[in-house]
């Protein structure tokens, strides 16, 4: 429930974190002048003094979890690990806590009031439309919250929100700082151009290469799938045989079969494998003579040379007719050919749409480029040469698109004033984290 009440208290959005989660592992040696030593056996960490326990921490990383599925699903997984996870909710609270502390240095204050209209005006304690106190006992019982603990949480809220909507205050966007993004954004050229395209009609591939291509890349012509039992057996007299048996475990967890067969593992019959296994992958066990770590995998056989042969002549086809059309394009570039072919005014979008390039980064060259430099950009049909005509220019602003940039520039200035004085406190303040509870060493 505090997660809702928060969505709009956040310092940084979802986005800002995943940019700075590559950052976030120096946390302990660039913030603050505090130590990593520790605080109390039940805290976190804390901040100038302010605590931050287990049940604080816990209820960010669940909301900071919820948001990351709600917002990626599970391609989060991909780009943040559980620790990742973790630092960026202890980032969170320790920003929360830098602010609050300054608060009360300062002495700035909400009044009781100002927490009865805030709470009152949550829908979720609203029956008819109007504040139900009854319902407000009831809800915050059900989230193991009281009063008094939830009315806190808010008021530290409406603090935040207080102190950071005046720090991040920018009073203006500038007539020039609006044209320029425009013009940088949405500012548009006429190109000159020449596509060489794929031709794979005159190109051929012999038997030599086709083989040869086969035997590289056997791996990515496999067939059905089977899937297969084996195990690992480590005599116990063995010296180190734990460590080997752990290894092999651990290998057999991550699905590194290749790095098994190190271990000489033997195939074993289904029916005895799934009697001992169950719906298990992996299955551990030992008796007075040998460790045994039994596993399943799926292998495969690759397809006949012969089933293939024709998939492999059209890429093979495909990568020389690309090679020629390079080649074509480079030599007109070095000629200084001619270009006969051009194009109205385009936007990047718009430029995007007509060649299709395969690297977007192109798209950005091409506006970036000298009038009457020529550049190769690799297409989806081949190559195209391309020559910037005129200078980037706006043909025309549309109210809508300006609006949006107007907001956009002011809530880039409004963040950077933030992040500067979140910098200013963290540089000043004295930080210590109890890394054995959060276990980040794992």
Known sequence: MLSKIRNNLRTFSIFLWVVAASFVGTIFLVWGKGSISGPSANEVATVNGLGINLVEFNREYNRVLEELKQQYGNQYRKFLTDKDIKLLALRNLI????????????????????????IESMPIF??????????????LAANHLTPEQFESEIRDDLLVSKVTSVVGYSP????????????????????????????TDNVTVSEDELKSYYEKHKSEFAGNATEKYFVVEIPVSESGATEKAAKAFKLAKSGDFSALNGFNPKEVPPG?????MGDKAVYFTKDSKFFYVYYRAKTSESLPFEKVKSQIEKVLKEQKAFEVAKKLAENFVKSNGALENATDFLDREEFAKKFKPVNPADVERAFTAKVGEKLIVPVVDGFVVVSPETEITVTQVEPKKEEQLRAYILAVKRKSNEVNFLNLLQQKATIKINKELLRLQQ
């Open 172 to 199: 203006s966007v500038t007539k020039f700082e609006l044209n320029k993004l425009y013009k940088e954004m949405f500012g548009k050229r006429k190109f000159k151009f020449k596509l060489f395209g794929l031709n």
């Open 95 to 118: 920003r929360r806590k830098l602010i609050l502390s300054e608060t009360e240095k300062e002495g700035i204050r909400v009044s009781d009031w100002a927490v009865a209209k805030e």
């Open 272 to 276: 005895k494998a799934k009697k001992l």
């Open 126 to 139: 609203q029956k008819n439309g109007k504040f139900d106190v009854n319902l407000y006992k009831k809800v």
